[in-house]
């Protein structure tokens, strides 16, 4: 019998290289695929094809290269600097696993003649549903929660039952290819930010300029740096006169460079409106529980979807809620849909 044919999408890291071991030693016939999405720095792709080559050639595998860059340039990396520039907190991740590895990579495995695609994330399919994965800290349902329905079918996590420091110390011992990786340094959060995010901002625009920091009712109390350097929630690298207690960012005004900022119930967050709804089920009124953001404890709601949005009343207030985020909706483990953050009350 032939065997089916797994591509696996290979960054050059532990997970995805051990994720393709894992499917050979299962009997799939594997492939590797890497993208190139970016040059983040001189040598940035030769280094990460280098890794690549050695562990294709233990395996005794082929790899191909597809060269993304255009298309990754225009869906996650502008949208990730106009974000900022407009005063929305972006989700790059979100974006490229529903584009590019699950749009733009599945298609390119099944025009392979692929039966699935399989990636190094930490997180459960059942091929119609995404669920947490049990390495509770490496979770990444939240930002594959976008990724269309009809993807799901093809998706294969070998990785989701384990911890990560498992994979790495299996991957030390298995061949000097795999031991190489795991002494390099770890990925970066957002693969094209080396530094902080304001770094890539800088290349694009003048954020270094002073603004009014402003009360709720509009007074100013103090001075800031440039807007683009908070998110809301940040409690730091602005003034406020004469203040006794922590202020923390409510606003961000990008037309005049301002901010608002308040005190902590300020934060509070009680209502939260949806758009570009990703949903795994038909309901449109029901319960479950919502992260607000990657991290963030879950929170109970009830939610209803209405023309294109989804409105939800949460039980308990949360508190920072970044408008450009993601609202992903969770019945126990399974991640049920999600929404981009559009407004809050
Ligand atoms: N440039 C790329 N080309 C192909 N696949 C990629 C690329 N970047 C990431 N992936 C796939 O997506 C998975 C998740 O990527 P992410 O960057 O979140 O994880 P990671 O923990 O750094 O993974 P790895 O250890 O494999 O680099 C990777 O394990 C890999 O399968």
Redesign the pocket.
């Given at each position: 019998m032939n065997k089916q044919k797994v591509m696996?999408?290979?960054?050059?890291?532990?997970?995805?290289?051990v994720?393709a071991y894992m499917l050979q030693n299962d009997g799939y016939e594997v492939e590797g695929?890497?993208?190139?999405?970016h040059n983040r720095t001189d040598g940035y792709h030769e280094k990460?094809l280098g890794y690549i080559e050695d562990v294709a050639k233990f395996l005794n595998i082929k790899y191909h290269i597809?060269d993304l860059t255009d298309k990754f340039s225009k869906e996650v990396y502008d949208y990730f600097v106009d974000s900022y520039l407009t005063g929305t907190t972006p989700n790059p991740?979100v974006k490229c696993n529903r584009q590019i590895?699950f749009g733009a990579?599945l298609d390119f495995a099944k025009s392979q003649g692929a039966s699935f695609l399989?990636?190094?994330?930490?997180a459960k399919t059942d091929g119609k549903f995404f669920y947490e994965a049990d390495d509770k800290t490496?979770d990444?349902s939240y930002?594959l929660s976008q990724v269309s329905p009809d993807a799901l079918a093809f998706m294969m996590f070998p990785?989701s039952t384990y911890k990560?420091e498992d994979i790495v110390k299996f991957g030390a011992k298995l061949d000097v290819a795999y031991k190489k990786?795991t002494e390099k340094s770890?990925?970066q959060e957002i693969?094209f930010v080396e530094t902080v995010y304001t770094d890539v901002i800088k290349r694009h625009a003048n954020i270094d300029q002073e603004g009014d920091v402003l009360d709720e009712k509009g007074n100013v109390v103090g001075i800031h740096k440039g807007f683009a350097h908070y998110t809301i929630g940040k409690r730091r690298g602005f003034t406020v006169k004469g203040a006794q207690e922590p202020h923390f960012v409510t606003k961000l005004n990008p037309k005049d460079n301002t901010i608002v900022v308040g005190k902590k119930e300020a934060l509070e967050v009680n209502e939260v409106i949806g758009t570009n709804l990703n949903m795994f089920v038909e309901d449109r009124k029901f319960s479950c529980s919502v992260k607000l953001r990657y991290r963030a404890i879950s929170t109970i709601c009830d939610v209803e979807i209405k023309d294109n949005k989804i409105y939800i009343f949460l039980k308990e207030p949360v508190f920072g809620v970044a408008i450009g985020q993601l609202a992903v909706f969770y019945d126990g483990q399974k991640v049920i849909g999600s929404a981009w953050i559009e407004s809050t009350k």
């Open positions: 696996v999408g290979m960054s050059g890291g532990i997970d995805s290289s994720t695929v890497y993208l190139k999405l990460n597809l991740c590895k990579m399989a990636t190094g994330h930490y490496k990444q930002f990785l990560k990786i770890e990925s693969c």
